[in-house]
Antibody, heavy 120, light 108 residues
Framework: EVQLVESGGGVVRPGGSLRLSCAAS????????MSWVRQAPGKGLEWVSG????????HYADSVKGRFTISRDNAKNSLYLQMNSVRAEDTALYHC?????????????WGQGTLVTVSS | EIVLTQSPGTLSLSPGERATLSCRAS???????LAWYQQKPGQAPRLLIY???SRATGIPDRFSGSGSGTDFTLTISRLEPEDFAVYYC?????????FGGGTKVEIK
């Protein structure tokens, strides 16, 4: 069974940093693209960033470009999101999600998410 | 960036009725590079449809997707009690990937 478990969320001050992790199991992690998708409280879904199977290709939403960095460690079956210079509008539940191929297309399945709250 | 507009925002229907949800893209999403998800309160989204019309594994056949280019539709042929939820479309034809704002299907 495919499992994705996020961790690393918490309360962070505006301008601060946080690193999210996603532990993957139940599939050959190194074969698949991965993404981070967030959902602000009571709001819709927003794709944040994606990375291809070997980490050689990454993309970001304009809202986080230059502040967030996605990476992966295929030896550890783990996905990461380094969040710098965070803002109040980054407050959300952050999900990691698996793609169906080496790049990021549709998302299936999703982890339950880790909550990031940006507040002073 | 491709903007996806979903309509209506809320659909009030009774169990057994047919639901028709629309997703319109600001430009072509390419060769049907569109997916649909269902989200229930407190749960992660679940993939329903990919490639505009292919059902994901385990999804009942009352769910169907259609469309291409800029206009897409998700149809639920007969609503079951467990189908009342929020539905999102998502395009993967270009980066950044984008989602629609969602359609809430509520019990009338």
């Amino acid at each position: 069974e495919v499992q994705l478990v996020e961790s690393g969320g918490g309360v962070v001050r505006p301008g601060g940093s946080l690193r999210l992790s996603c532990a993957a199991s139940g599939f050959t992690f190194a074969d698949y693209g991965m993404s981070w998708v967030r959902q602000a409280p009571g709001k819709g879904l927003e794709w944040v960033s994606g990375i291809n199977w070997d980490g050689g290709s990454t993309h970001y939403a304009d809202s986080v470009k230059g502040r967030f960095t996605i990476s992966r460690d295929n030896a550890k079956n783990s996905l990461y999101l380094q969040m710098n210079s965070v803002r109040a509008e980054d407050t959300a539940l952050y999900h990691c999600a698996k793609s169906s191929s080496g790049h990021y297309n549709w998302f299936d399945p999703w982890g339950q998410g880790t909550l990031v709250t940006v507040s002073s | 960036e491709i903007v996806l507009t979903q309509s209506p925002g809320t659909l009030s229907l009774s169990p057994g009725e047919r639901a028709t949800l629309s997703c319109r893209a600001s430009q072509s999403v390419g060769s049907s590079f569109l997916a649909w998800y269902q989200q229930k309160p407190g749960q992660a989204p679940r993939l329903l449809i990919y490639g505009a019309s292919s059902r994901a594994t385990g999804i009942p056949d009352r769910f169907s997707g259609s469309g291409s280019g800029t206009d897409f539709t998700l149809t639920i042929s007969r609503l079951e009690p467990e189908d009342f939820a929020v539905y999102y479309c998502q395009q993967y034809g270009s980066s950044p990937r984008t989602f629609g704002g969602g359609t809430k299907v509520e019990i009338k």
